[in-house]
């Protein structure tokens, strides 16, 4: 449900760019992540320090392609959130006793610590190769094609990854007897 929820704002951009075309959707999509913010805090009555950002570098990029009439800086932002989420994560990995990742799943699922650290690494490698793969459609296809990409090939990839990550941690889960400190 939160991937639905986090894409919710990519759905919205990508049905405003088949209507009205990128600066209203660029527009639409600032509207939609502010009030998907303000639905979370409804909800949780928090948010998180990566939505905060993802949020901000939205609205800086988004206004940007408002204000320069440059649909360029838009198609960046889903590659400087990307980079931006493999930095904390390899920083948390490089620099923490137990690195983001483990920090989010661990009450959930127990696993040795070696497997954490690569999943971890997984997970930094598949931002870097987000982050690349979206520069590259951005860069060598027309925009509505960029657009296409950016609701299925990015939430595709996902998907696929994480089911991947299912199919890895499948092998490597412990019962909670088991769980190493």
Do not use: C
Request: proline share 3%; aromatic share 16%.
């Amino acid at each position: 449900m939160k991937l639905l929820t986090d894409f919710l704002p990519v759905i919205i951009f990508f049905v405003a760019y088949k209507i009205w075309g990128m600066y209203v959707a660029t527009g639409v999509f600032i509207a939609a992540s502010l009030i998907q913010m303000a639905w979370t805090y409804r909800l949780h009555g928090k948010i998180e320090t990566m939505q905060w950002a993802t949020l901000g570098l939205g609205l800086f990029f988004g206004g940007l392609t408002l204000a320069l009439q440059d649909p360029l800086f838009m198609q960046w932002k889903p590659t400087i959130v990307n980079w931006l989420f493999a930095a904390v994560f390899l920083g948390s990995g490089l620099f923490m006793q137990r690195s983001l990742l483990q920090r989010m799943m661990d009450h959930a699922i127990h696993l040795p610590q070696n497997i954490w650290v690569r999943l971890n690494l997984a997970w930094v490698l598949f931002f870097i190769g987000a982050g690349l793969a979206n520069l590259y459609v951005a860069y060598n296809f027309p925009e509505s094609t960029w657009v296409n990409f950016k609701l299925f090939g990015m939430l595709g990839m996902t998907l696929v990854f994480i089911l991947l990550q299912g199919l890895y941690l499948a092998r490597h889960m412990q019962p909670l007897e088991e769980k190493q400190s």
